[in-house]
T-cell receptor
């Protein structure tokens, strides 16, 4: 079963605009991670936020985590056409053998 | 190597045949994971290896699926008597330690069962 559910399922924006994707999950976590996938192949790790952190930045990426609401958001600022990809959140559930459970993904399309 | 290597990149097989998929993780990464992804879907966990511990096989969908990791490095995922519903991209990932680190994924093996 999917631990994380991303919202929206698909997002289309113009280059230069900001893109926000949300992720909700069900159980307590140790950390939450975001990944990007191009062309349905290997995923690339973007950022990891631990359960005791509320916000994290990496370049044009900003991730927030609200453990009380069991939700996270990924903001991509000043988007570029190269940001076109699918974005997945993944959770490392607390108290279990460590394996990431991935959400269903948000398909981002950035147009010129 | 510099990244996680998977082979073959594509595999077409006839229904009922057995297939073996290979994963070479990053040297020094102790944890290795197999996932599969059906078209347009999220990732489905299959199996996880951590050092010398017993693997977590809780995601294997049936007893036709098995995996091993030899010498703490290379892993092979075997699917016996393939079915059409096994068609998917099979992704391998490794991480430095078992928790708290991001995964490095390979490019996957696209399996098509005809």
């Amino acid at each position: 079963s999917q631990q994380g559910e991303e919202d929206p399922q698909a997002l289309s924006i113009q280059e230069g605009e900001n893109a926000t994707m949300n992720c909700s999950y069900k159980t307590s976590i140790n950390n939450l991670q975001w990944y990007r996938q191009n062309s349905g192949r290997g995923l690339v790790h973007l950022i990891l936020i631990r359960s005791n952190e509320r916000e994290k930045h990496s370049g044009r990426l900003r991730v927030t985590l609200d453990t009380s609401k069991k939700s996270s958001s990924l903001l991509i600022t000043a988007s570029r056409a190269a940001d076109t990809a699918s974005y997945f959140c993944a959770t490392d559930a607390d108290g279990t053998a460590s394996k990431l459970t991935f959400g269903t993904g948000t398909r981002l399309q950035v147009t010129l | 190597g510099a990244g996680v290597s998977q082979s073959p990149s594509n595999k077409v097989t006839e229904k009922g045949k057995d297939v073996e998929l290979r994963c070479d993780p990053i040297s020094g990464h102790t944890a290795l994971y197999w996932y599969r992804q059906s078209l347009g879907q999220g990732l489905e966990f299959l199996i996880y290896f951590q050092g010398n511990s017993a693997p977590d096989k809780s995601g294997l969908p049936s007893d036709r699926f098995s995996a091993e990791r030899t010498g703490g490095s290379v892993s092979t995922l075997t699917i016996q008597r393939t079915q059409q519903e096994d068609s998917a991209v099979y992704l391998c990932a490794s991480s430095l330690l078992y928790r708290g680190y991001g995964y490095t994924f390979g490019s996957g093996t696209r399996l098509t069962v005809v």
